[in-house]
């Protein structure tokens, strides 16, 4: 009970923080990136579900979100459907490309599942880029309208209502995360981490909440792509190459695998990180990695277990 | 903190402003490390120099003001979210109203799509994308012609010399690739020639026998090569091997070093460079040469062709603020600019349009060269038929 | 028809590579089931290497490629001992992301020495050979009568020799080869050191036929994968098998279907063999 307590605390402080951070943002610059962030969480939290519940390492989270935007967007100039019903279409167009590569990698061989999605992603890079007709290739998509119309209730362009905008979707898609996690389905996949040999033997068909675990994690990747797209007015395939999809990977393990608050804090690292640590591409390349490699060895519950471990320590201590 | 340090280090290589003086910011946004920094960083380099001679003649005046120009420049990596990321912190954060370098699509792009709604003046450099001057973005101009100007004027060269069926090989996934494909055919079509094939190869692609040997096969009267360098270099050296012996025609830009880090000079014997005549000692007019020999002693390596086209932007950028006067009203500069003659001091050679060096649409022209590579060298043969005017009235067609 | 044979050569060079790629991932994972990911950026620091002692110190070609052998098996044992080891007997899942750190640190460390731009290593070759309409240059034929070569010493050595008995003990049952007194402790440090001087020689055979530049050896393991799943895993003769139809497909569909898509379609392939022979194509079902 007193875990709980302290978790529920945790979580409304954290939201406070969350609701009044644009007050106390002085430069709006960092309000921009705090709306990356909170983008970064949504797709985070479901790489998360894959990788962090499921155990299972998920290569595309980039290129999902990439799916998302390039959904949304083209839906938007091919007809004219509102931005709101665009951006909730999107993470079921990336639900359906999501069943097609999870369907032969997960029901037959685990052990494939990785490079089959990091192939699947190299496959959406080459798609975006070559199919002009379509995705205009690497010049990209441009003008991708606000949602909400020009004169509405909300002005859209500020991004103080952007961010709160993205707040709101962030703090859903982590509550649904929660009660994935805590259904059956939720424990199910826990068991398919922990022993996926024993889930088998008790007659469950794991390879249906593995593929059930990929596509709810797409999805949540594809709606943060939608949001991105439309935040940003510009997509081009760039951003939505392996490289991304890395980040979402390392943002789960930094944050916490397999826990709620990990992918929240593992977004916001993997955002700021950069404009804080600004050198050549070929340094944070060899730090991310090692950063990748020490946290699995040495702390593989990521920030949120060592906290953890730090806080019980230290209530231990008290008593 | 990590900032002063990237500013400091450019603002040691300018000259330190006089007190009395005011201090003019101006941005970079540019990719100053990774794949895009071969273009980025020397662009990057071009502005600070620029500014530091514009410091060193007394500054850009204002009425009764002097303004010296502080630089600071911010690495895209040639990412969008990068760049957009870095022009967002310029403006909101430096208080930048002015920014310049861009040396590459994506990332330009990405700023473009957001600029109009921003109090500033983007200037875009060597980003050769087409779709950045349609949109008649009014505070946004730039120095680089987009890539279908080229392929145009390269369309017409390729037809006089005869040819009929050509064969394409290039970096289709590249936007501005393309397109001077496009505008290439056009050209070719209108003389009676046709592309019979048009076949592409990935970034990292190095082996392209597969497409050579299919374009062998449909046996075209010479082939063009459309893409960067480094995969260029391969196509030309693999034609060789697979034995087709046609003219060789390409928009690559690469320096001698870089093809012969691939192929053997006898390989690479009578192909054609078809591109914007840029920077090279060769075709270089007294101002190149200065630059060339004040961009070496600076930073202690020769300039990349294509740098220029950043060192032009900073000196219309003074001219359209002193012809302004003022610096704090953006949009009286970006009308400013597109009233603008070329300056005196610029490097490029560029082709006005109605007297003017940027267009209704912002963008410039430079004159367009055939180079040829003979003995190990690219050489200068000639001008390629290139009409701006006419460019510029098609460029405002389109939306 | 000089075509098709044209583009089957053109497939077969760059299937030799896939194949020692593929070797190599195949011995790694069937020994320690590990997804040896960061195996492709390491075989490109091989043949950076060999391009730096040709280039930068004047070695010859042979010199430098046995100089960065050694140098690539002692690589490939600091691996296994500093990385892989701690997470041997963590979730699977540990030793991926691990493979996914060293990947990220060795194009780092890549692209920190050698730069951006491409590389390739000088030979000097340039000969081309014609028959009958068909083209091979000198250079592409040594290379896959090299790639011949490896594959044929590998299988002496895992067929032969004491060691490869083991290896193979290992492969098949890993607590019965315990008790048979195979050392567990020794044999992943052996294997690492032979898949990754595989590695290395395909680095030195991408970078002297082709060039090497930063994502070249993300790449290439990808296709090492797609090889093992087309081919079917732990077997030589699956990787064989796997490599040369991976080039080939390649170069056919580049050249008869669609040379933008070619990657695409060597994906639609493999995600066919996954669903339809999910034990590949030299597997046992």
Redesign the interface.
Known sequence: MMTLNRTFIFYAVALVGFILLPQLIA???YL??SV?ALIWVIAAQGQNLI?GYT???S?VQAGFMGIGAYSTALMGIHSDMPVWLTITLAPFVTAFFALL?GY??LR??G??F???T???N??IF??L??F?ELT?????I??IPKPGAKDGLFNW?DRETYYYFVLIIAVLMTALAALIVRSRIGQTLIAI?QNEDLVGAIGIAAWKYKLFAFVISAMFGGLAGAIYAHY?????P??FG?AQS?DA?LAV?IGGSGTIAGPIIGAFFVVFLP????F??????????????LA??FM?RGIVGVTTDLMAKWGRGKT | M??TA?TAAFALTATAAFAADKTLDIGVSDAL??GGAVYGLPQANAVNLAAKEINASGGIKVGDDTYMLKVIAY?D?A???EA??AV??LI??DGVKYILGFCC??AT??V???IE?EDAVMLVGNAA?R?ITT?EIPNLTRTRPPADYTGAAAGTFVAEKGHKRVAVLGA?????Y?SYVDAFEKELNKAGGEIVSRE?F?LKDRDMSPQLTKIRGQDPDAILVVGYVEPAAFIYRQAVELGIDVPRYGFTSGSEEQFLRVATSEQMEGVWDLRPTELTLLSASENGKAYHANYSAEFGIAPSPSSPYAYDQTYALKDAIEAAGTVEDTQAVAVALRELSVPDEVVMQYLPVDEKMFDVNGQAYTSNGAFQWQSGNWVFIQDLPSDAAAYSAFLSTID | MVEVIQQIINGVAIGGVYVLIALGLTTV?GIL?I?HFAHGSVSMFGGYLTFFFVTGWGFSLLLAILVSLLVGMVLGVLIELL?YR??RD?????A???A??????????N??FFGHEQVVIPTNLSRVFNIGGVTIPELRLYVIIAAALLVLAMTLFVEKTKTGQAIRAVAENRDAAILMGVNVNTIPLVVFAISTALGVCAGVMVGSLFAIAPGIG??LV?KG??VL?LGGLGSIPGAVVGGLVLGITEALAAGFISS??K??IA?VV??SV??FR?QGLMGKA
């Open positions: 430069v709006k610059y921009h990136l990356l990788q155990g299972y390492v290569i590569t032969p990698s037959v061989k052990h494939y990785a490079i089959v990091l192939a699947f190299m496959v080459i798609v880029m070559n002009h205009q290739g690497e010049a990209g441009t003008g362009r981490r940003q007015s510009f997509i081009n760039e951003i392996v890395l990977i393990i404009e804080y640590l600004r050549a591409d070929s340094f944070r390349l060899i730090l991310y990695g090692l950063v990748l490699v699995t060895i593989p | 990590r900032l990237i490390t990774g690495d990596k990412n969008p979210t957009s990321n967002r912190k909101d954060r699509s994506g792009g990405a473009a799509s957001f709604n994308e779709s949109r289709l996934d590249v936007g501005f393309a592409a990935g | 994972f089931g997804a990385a701690p997470v963590a979730n699977h899942i540990n991926f992301i691990v996914l750190g060293l990947t990220m640190m060795v194009e780092g460390l692209l920190e993300e790449g990808v994968f797609a799943i933008a898509y990657d695409v994906f493999m995600i996954l669903l999910p």
